[in-house]
């Protein structure tokens, strides 16, 4: 069955320290990841995106995410987080159907 | 330019009504896509078009709901006799290609009294 899987339904991290948010994924058809921020009210943006190519991959906001495919995951990091960064991170999925299945989320929370 | 719009951002009925949701993609998109976010969720997958027609639409939850896009642009999700149940953010989200970047709208928020 193919299935996202985020662990962490919360996250508290000190402001300058880093973090990392976990996405896992059961598929047995090769994938197109991506991962979503959603602030306060706001609509989802896009963070980064994996197609192919280059297993480490850069987005916005100094977010970078790295595929892992023996492990089936895409994990999230950034190395040092800022207040403006609380938010809801959602992990989504292209299973090769065109429609996106998403984790249930990591809400971070940045404690000054 | 302009992004993924969505009308109304929200929406109060009563139980039973008929309720009508509006979402204008991005220029040229071609595909659109339809999802519904439960408090405290992520959003799941109701239905895709590609062009005019729907090319998916396994995630609508039963016979009350429909979509449609009968120009290749603007799409209306439509529930008939609502219930409770269906009160949820409702995402509107287009892409030029199905398996590439989806752009979200701000979603409406419907609240079934």
């Known amino acids: 069955a193919q299935s996202v899987t985020q662990l962490d339904s919360q996250v508290p991290v000190f402001e300058e320290a880093p973090v990392e948010l976990r996405c896992n994924y059961s598929?047995?058809?090769?994938?197109?990841l991506f991962w979503y921020v959603q602030y306060p009210n706001q609509g989802l943006q896009l963070l980064l995106k994996?197609?192919?190519?280059?297993?480490l991959v850069k987005g916005i906001n100094g977010f970078e995410a790295e595929f892992n495919k023996s492990q089936t995951s895409f994990h999230l990091r950034k190395p040092s987080v800022h207040i403006s960064d609380t938010a809801e991170y959602f992990c989504?999925?292209?299973?090769?159907?065109?429609?996106?299945?998403f984790g249930t989320g990591t809400r971070l929370t940045i404690i000054p | 330019g302009a992004g993924v719009s969505q009308t109304p951002s929200n929406k109060v009925t009563e139980k039973g009504k008929y309720v009508e949701l509006r979402c204008d993609p991005i220029?040229?998109?071609?595909?659109l896509y339809w999802y519904r976010q439960s408090l405290g969720q992520g959003p799941e997958f109701l239905i895709y078009?590609?062009?005019?027609?729907?090319?998916?639409d396994s995630g609508l939850p039963n016979d009350r709901f429909f979509a449609v896009r009968p120009e290749g642009s603007v799409s209306t999700l439509k529930i008939q006799r609502t219930e409770r149940g269906d009160s949820a953010v409702y995402l509107c989200?287009?892409?030029?290609?199905?398996?590439?970047?989806?752009?979200f709208g701000p979603g409406t928020r419907l609240t079934v009294l």
């Open positions: 989200a287009s892409s030029l290609a199905g398996w590439n970047e989806q752009f």
């Open positions: 598929s047995s058809v090769s994938v197109y």
């Open positions: 994996y197609l192919s190519g280059s297993t």
């Open positions: 989504a999925i292209n299973f090769g159907n065109e429609k996106l299945t």
């Open positions: 220029s040229g998109h071609t595909a």
């Open positions: 078009f590609q062009g005019t027609g729907a090319a998916d």
